[in-house]
């Protein structure tokens, strides 16, 4: 499934997600669940899991993911319930309509690439967009829905109200 261009956060949704729906989302995972994912709210979002678990994981963008979950996804600003933290994650704009998509642990949302797996670090070997483009990618459909469809209103009010930094 593709997700609308949008203002989204990419790094570990624990930090951005109510508990209520944190724990919703950890039973989806019980269930070897990952990728694309939607909560009983009509929530969507990508999330994977890391090729080693917890830990600071670098970006090809300005900034790098902390872990504590195991999981590295994206959501957009507009639904997530918590102010990120810029030292945790990304919060980045995406201009075009993407596939989230996870090959061994190294993760691309939109235009960034987090790289989880030590093994594979990116060295200009493409081996994973190669990988990526040789398999068939059916169910990513078009779609006729934009962030909109997504997000009720442009508000930038969040469950805790510090103000962490602007955005």
Request: contains cysteine; charged residues 35%.
């Amino acid at each position: 499934m593709k997700f609308p261009a949008g203002k989204y956060y990419i790094g570990d949704l624990c930090y951005v997600m109510s508990d209520d729906e944190w724990q919703e989302v950890c039973s989806l995972l019980e269930d070897d669940n990952d990728g694309h994912l939607t909560l009983k709210n009509g929530k969507q979002f990508a999330c994977f899991r890391t090729a080693y678990g917890d830990g600071t994981y670098r970006t090809n963008a300005d900034g790098s993911c902390s872990v504590d979950s195991g999981t590295i996804g994206c959501l957009l600003m507009c639904q997530c319930s918590q102010q990120p933290d810029p030292e945790l994650g990304l919060v980045v704009d995406i201009a075009t309509d993407f596939a989230p998509y996870n090959v061994d642990g190294d993760m691309t949302f939109g235009h960034v690439d987090v790289y989880t797996n030590d093994e594979d670090e990116y060295e200009g070997d493409n081996d994973m967009v190669r990988d990526w483009e040789d398999k068939d990618h059916a169910d990513l459909d078009d779609h006729d829905y934009d962030e909109d469809d997504f997000c009720e209103d442009d508000s930038d009010e969040f469950e805790d109200e510090e103000d962490v930094g602007p955005y």
